[in-house]
C-alpha cells in the first residue's frame, strides 16, 4: 500500500517551459487536492478536485491547471513556468469531501530560472 | 474565511522535556476539523492527531495530546517525553469540514539531547 505518489521529486526548469507533476493515490479515495509550500510557511492549496470528474480552484490558481485523469490520479500542469512557481509542490486524497483528515504524498521540489 | 495563527516560528526542548506548541483559529464556522501535522527534513507531511469540533474531550496520541479551547478558538499540541525523532515544523491545520485546509505559518521545533 503506497498511500500517495508523486513524480518527479526533483524539477528545475527553465522560464517559460512547460511540465506536468503527476500524483496517484491507491486508498480510493474520492477527493484529490495540490498544495504549494514556500519557504517558511505553510501549505497553500492550488486546485483540489472533489471527486472524479469535477476540479475546482483553490487559494492560488493562478498559472496552473489539473486534470483529474480518474480516481486514482490528479495532475497538476505548469504551461509556461515563472520563478514566482518555484515552490515545493505536495499532492493529498481524502476519503471525501467533508471527512477533514488528507493524507499528503511526499512532494515535489520544483525550481524555476 | 478562516486564519490559523501560529505565533511561535522556533521552540526547542531538552529530550524527554515536554513542550507546548500554540495555535490559534478564526473562523464563524461550528462544524470543523483541527489538525496537528509534522514535517520532518525529508520534507513528508505526517499526520500527528486530529480533533473535531463537536467533541469536548482532547485528543490524544501516545505522547501527544491537544489543549482544544473551543471558546477561546485554541488548539495547542503538548509533546511529552521529547525524543530526538520529534524534530521537525509543526504545523497547525484547520478544515470546515469543506474542500480547503488551511494551514499557520509553522513552528520549527528542536530537540536537543
Known amino acids: 500500500n503506497a498511500g500517495v505518489t508523486q513524480t518527479p521529486k526533483f524539477q528545475v526548469l527553465k522560464t517559460g517551459q512547460s511540465m506536468t507533476l503527476q500524483c496517484a493515490q491507491d486508498?480510493?479515495?474520492?477527493?484529490m487536492y495540490w498544495y504549494r509550500q514556500d519557504p517558511g510557511m505553510g501549505l497553500r492549496l492550488i486546485y483540489y478536485?472533489?471527486?472524479?470528474?469535477?476540479?475546482d480552484k483553490g487559494e492560488v490558481p493562478n498559472g496552473y491547471n489539473v486534470s483529474r485523469l480518474n480516481k486514482r490520479e490528479f495532475s497538476l500542469r505548469l504551461e509556461s513556468a515563472a520563478p514566482s512557481q518555484t515552490s515545493v509542490y505536495f499532492c493529498a486524497s481524502s476519503q471525501g469531501q467533508h471527512s477533514g483528515e488528507q493524507y499528503f504524498g511526499p512532494g515535489t521540489r520544483l525550481t524555476v530560472t | 474565511a478562516q486564519t490559523v495563527t501560529q505565533s511561535q516560528p522556533e521552540m526547542s526542548v531538552q529530550e524527554a522535556e515536554t513542550v507546548t506548541l500554540s495555535c490559534t483559529y478564526d473562523?464563524?464556522?461550528?462544524?470543523?476539523?483541527l489538525f496537528w501535522y509534522k514535517q520532518p527534513p525529508s520534507r513528508q507531511m505526517i499526520l500527528v492527531i486530529r480533533?473535531?469540533?463537536?467533541?469536548?474531550q482532547n485528543a490524544t496520541e501516545n505522547r501527544f495530546s491537544v489543549n482544544f479551547q473551543k471558546a477561546a478558538k485554541s488548539f495547542s499540541l503538548k509533546i511529552s517525553d521529547s525524543q530526538l525523532g520529534d524534530t521537525a515544523m509543526y504545523f497547525c491545520?484547520?478544515?470546515?469540514?469543506?474542500?480547503?485546509?488551511?494551514f499557520g505559518g509553522g513552528t520549527r521545533l528542536m530537540v536537543k539531547p
Open positions: 486508498m480510493n479515495h474520492n477527493s
Open positions: 473562523t464563524s464556522e461550528n462544524n470543523y476539523y
Open positions: 478536485s472533489a471527486s472524479e470528474g469535477t476540479t
Open positions: 480533533q473535531e469540533a463537536y467533541k469536548q
Open positions: 491545520a484547520f478544515n470546515n469540514a469543506g474542500n480547503m485546509l488551511t
